[in-house]
């Protein structure tokens, strides 16, 4: 079974690529609302969240978003163990899931494949791709956000420029027709080099 990681900058669509994908009935692990269930409902992660931020990361035995997010805003160390907590359980989390699929191909939908150096964990890369003005008001409009809070998400994320470079495929997804006829091309690729 081949690993095929999903990526792209915020407002770039990644998500409404990965249904397409599913629609074609490949198993997509979305990597965004595993980590928050693990960060709910693993005792290990717990812990370990607890043992970086204190009792208060968790109230009611929910995560604590907002405390936890005061903690690492403007703290690139806090957030970066925080991220090694987090990214290693998923990835755990993601081959267990991936070795119980019956496919040829499974999908993970992650953002920061090329930003975290992970490409080479994945048999091949697809990179969700939008010009900036589109994927700012995208977000804009999906969060209610002002264009600046947008901007200050992308520092985060690495060029697309970079990433196309980086990646084994790249959906420009501007026009919904064009992005499922090139999913339905990279998803024929895909199963031809099986």
Same mark, same amino acid.
Not at 132 to 141: D, G, K, L, N, T
């Given at each position: 079974?081949? %690993?095929?990681?999903?990526?792209?900058?915020?407002?770039?669509?990644?998500?409404?690529?990965?249904?397409? &994908?599913?629609?074609?009935?490949?198993?997509?692990?979305?990597?965004?609302?595993?980590?928050?269930?693990?960060?709910?409902?693993?005792?290990?992660?717990?812990?370990?969240?607890?043992?970086?931020?204190?009792?208060?990361?968790?109230?009611?035995?929910?995560?604590?978003?907002?405390?936890?997010?005061? $903690?690492?805003?403007?703290?690139?160390?806090?957030?970066?163990?925080?991220?090694?907590?987090?990214?290693?359980?998923?990835?755990?989390? &993601?081959? $267990?899931?991936?070795?119980? $699929?019956?496919?040829?191909?499974?999908?993970?939908?992650?953002?920061?494949?090329?930003?975290?150096?992970?490409?080479? &964990?994945?048999?091949?890369?697809?990179?969700?791709?939008?010009?900036?003005?589109?994927?700012?008001?995208?977000?804009? #409009?999906?969060?209610?956000?002002?264009?600046?809070?947008?901007?200050?998400?992308?520092?985060?994320?690495?060029?697309? #420029?970079?990433?196309?470079?980086?990646?084994?495929?790249?959906?420009?997804?501007?026009? %919904?027709? $064009?992005?499922?006829?090139?999913?339905?091309?990279?998803?024929?690729?895909? %199963?031809?080099? %099986?």
């Amino acid at each position: 079974m081949k %690993l095929i990681g999903l990526t792209g900058g915020i407002g770039s669509g990644k998500s409404t690529v990965a249904k397409m &994908f599913a629609d074609l009935g490949v198993p997509v692990y979305d990597s965004d609302r595993e980590a928050k269930k693990l960060m709910r409902d693993s005792a290990t992660v717990k812990r370990a969240i607890i043992g970086l931020f204190g009792e208060a990361a968790y109230l009611d035995e929910r995560l604590n978003k907002k405390h936890i997010a005061e $903690q690492v805003f403007g703290n690139a160390e806090l957030l970066e163990k925080l991220n090694a907590i987090v990214h290693p359980a998923v990835r755990e989390h &993601f081959l $267990q899931w991936a070795s119980e $699929q019956k496919t040829q191909y499974v999908i993970q939908e992650t953002a920061l494949i090329f930003e975290n150096g992970m490409q080479a &964990f994945y048999d091949a890369t697809i990179l969700a791709a939008a010009d900036e003005s589109v994927r700012i008001q995208r977000v804009m #409009e999906r969060d209610s956000i002002s264009e600046g809070q947008v901007r200050a998400r992308m520092e985060h994320q690495l060029d697309d #420029e970079i990433k196309r470079r980086k990646a084994d495929y790249v959906i420009e997804n501007l026009d %919904l027709e $064009q992005t499922a006829h090139n999913v339905l091309g990279i998803h024929q690729k895909i %199963l031809g080099t %099986l």
